[in-house]
């Protein structure tokens, strides 16, 4: 018996750009397209770049499409289809997504938090396919998490469950975009992460990083730190064990809080690979009781940048 | 129809003292004992004065006993007996505690976490009686914690679940006797706190602290600085507001990783009264993510400083 394929859109709402992909129910995208978030516009104006993403998408489609799943930033209820206070999509405070959506598709749509959403294609298709719990970070704009205990999506009462981006490691520490201080999305976040690395980069003039911008700081970007560390750039190498050590702590809090040791790690700034793999493991190892130290592991998720548009598109067969 | 009244006895184990009760299964203490833990002899020397306690608190009894349950600190696995690493009982590494005290007592013997034995106590007889969900913590010579999700004790895989103490808030901070840098517990600890204290005093000799000791820190006690608070002392007002918003910071990351809001806190140190649960809930409300804010809830633990025994107690009834 040939069981028969199924098809969804995931839709990854990220704050600069809506990722957008016609996903099968093992999880192989056969199409996908980005669009511009244009989050300077609120919120009507992204509802009416997914839609417009979403008949881009479609252009052509001769599948059945069985739902939409979104993976959106911020606090969701899944139940209510409401997205709170995304902290990277200014002037949304409470959205009624999955209504708005589905008056304007004429298609079932499910809205979770992203890294949720990843969390449930690693689950399913990747790096947390064997294991039994583990932790979700995506590393990108912001830090999110997804919580994954005994096979299942730890929501919480709200769906606010697993912001790991804001664990605080450092009371007085950074200002984050959520009004806290010391959050660890204000250390790892792309944005933050480039402003101290621009800061501090006139300190650092022997520094490979300076050539790789051309001396100019706006060229700067994840992705050149991660060349610079190819080239074995010191102060290159100085900023990925810090990220390290900082992501290290928030990850030896979960373990403490929660005594799980599984971390699947996505998201662009986990392409800085092995450096960021290791300094973080190694933090996480000395920094977590000891009981639990040995039994660490840091992988890098499977579905690499396509884990957002995987999971949102899993939400419509895993998650009703 | 009477319901027949059982009785069994709870043990509290501390870094200080052992403190045991006969305790009815609607967590009356019907009588209760203290003696010293003598932590520095080792796991051997503890265990005697376990045993020492039990045959103290019997002599005379008339009850048919149930069982014992231990409430011990570190890493506890319930199923197998077992006590790893507690941070305040020197040379234990991973004693078989169930085991060897079932061997001298011959009496069923319950081993858990000391603060997850807190919170069941809280849970059945105290403030949690009606919460779905919340967090216990206990505040003495380590800061302890409880994880009640749905009603449920979180254990985790390996027992280790709800080590709120060992969250980090600030990860150059002060050293934690875990191993790692600023875990909550090297902040608000007993012994951390008196030497925190010991260490500023000299820059405050205007506060009310230095004629309540004698001018001996030798005198310093958690105590001493919540009558100067009484008197409204600054600097002892600044200590406890320094502690809330350190407790704040780690609340706020539970909240966050979490999404529950209600915070139960006991233990001795939990005697700063209002002062310490207003500025613990201020700093929490202030941190936490937007949507959490208004559903935080810093409450007093019911059982006061008998939880430890209560709840000890009452795992031989509720965890078996």
Redesign the interface.
């Given at each position: 018996m040939v069981e028969q394929i199924k098809y969804s859109i995931g839709v990854d709402l990220g704050g600069t750009n809506i990722k957008l992909g016609i996903v099968t129910n093992t999880g192989k995208i056969i199409k996908k397209i980005s669009v511009d978030t244009k989050a300077e516009g609120g919120s009507k104006v992204v509802i009416s770049q997914i839609k417009y993403g979403i008949d881009l998408l479609l252009k052509g489609n001769k599948y059945k499409i069985q739902g939409i799943g979104i993976g959106s930033p911020g606090?969701v209820s899944m139940d209510k289809g409401t997205v709170?206070?995304p902290p990277n999509l200014p002037g949304w405070k409470k959205v009624f997504l999955r209504k708005e959506l589905e008056k304007i598709t004429n298609t079932k749509v499910v809205v979770e938090n992203d890294a949720n959403a990843a969390a449930i294609g690693e689950l399913i298709y990747g790096a947390g396919k064997k294991l039994?719990?583990f932790v979700m970070i995506t590393l990108g704009t912001g830090v999110g998490?997804g919580?994954i205990i005994n096979r299942k999506l730890?929501?919480?009462?709200?769906?606010?469950?697993?912001?790991?981006g804001?664990?605080?490691?450092?009371?007085?520490?950074k200002k984050c975009n959520?009004?806290?201080?010391?959050c660890v999305e204000a250390y790892l976040g792309n944005g933050y992460l480039i402003n101290a690395v621009k800061e501090e980069l006139p300190n650092y003039p022997d520094s490979k990083i300076n050539k790789l911008i051309n001396n100019d700081t706006e060229n700067l970007t994840p992705k050149v730190i991660s060349e610079a560390v190819q080239l074995n750039d010191k102060y290159a190498n100085e900023i990925v064990k810090n990220m390290g050590?900082?992501l290290g702590?928030?990850l030896?809090?979960?373990?403490?809080?929660?005594?799980?040791?599984n971390f699947v790690i996505g998201g662009g700034v986990s392409g800085f690979g092995k450096p960021l793999f290791d300094a973080t493991s190694n933090a996480t190892k000395?920094?977590?009781?000891?009981?639990?130290s040995k039994?660490i592991k840091i992988i890098p998720a499977k579905l690499k940048n396509e884990a957002g548009i995987q999971g949102a598109a899993a939400l419509v067969y895993y998650l009703q």
């Amino acid at each position: 018996m040939v069981e028969q394929i199924k098809y969804s859109i995931g839709v990854d709402l990220g704050g600069t750009n809506i990722k957008l992909g016609i996903v099968t129910n093992t999880g192989k995208i056969i199409k996908k397209i980005s669009v511009d978030t244009k989050a300077e516009g609120g919120s009507k104006v992204v509802i009416s770049q997914i839609k417009y993403g979403i008949d881009l998408l479609l252009k052509g489609n001769k599948y059945k499409i069985q739902g939409i799943g979104i993976g959106s930033p911020g606090v969701v209820s899944m139940d209510k289809g409401t997205v709170e206070n995304p902290p990277n999509l200014p002037g949304w405070k409470k959205v009624f997504l999955r209504k708005e959506l589905e008056k304007i598709t004429n298609t079932k749509v499910v809205v979770e938090n992203d890294a949720n959403a990843a969390a449930i294609g690693e689950l399913i298709y990747g790096a947390g396919k064997k294991l039994k719990s583990f932790v979700m970070i995506t590393l990108g704009t912001g830090v999110g998490g997804g919580l994954i205990i005994n096979r299942k999506l730890y929501r919480g009462d709200t769906g606010a469950g697993g912001e790991i981006g804001h664990i605080v490691i450092d009371l007085h520490g950074k200002k984050c975009n959520c009004g806290n201080t010391g959050c660890v999305e204000a250390y790892l976040g792309n944005g933050y992460l480039i402003n101290a690395v621009k800061e501090e980069l006139p300190n650092y003039p022997d520094s490979k990083i300076n050539k790789l911008i051309n001396n100019d700081t706006e060229n700067l970007t994840p992705k050149v730190i991660s060349e610079a560390v190819q080239l074995n750039d010191k102060y290159a190498n100085e900023i990925v064990k810090n990220m390290g050590e900082n992501l290290g702590a928030a990850l030896a809090t979960v373990s403490n809080i929660l005594d799980i040791t599984n971390f699947v790690i996505g998201g662009g700034v986990s392409g800085f690979g092995k450096p960021l793999f290791d300094a973080t493991s190694n933090a996480t190892k000395r920094r977590v009781l000891a009981s639990l130290s040995k039994y660490i592991k840091i992988i890098p998720a499977k579905l690499k940048n396509e884990a957002g548009i995987q999971g949102a598109a899993a939400l419509v067969y895993y998650l009703q």
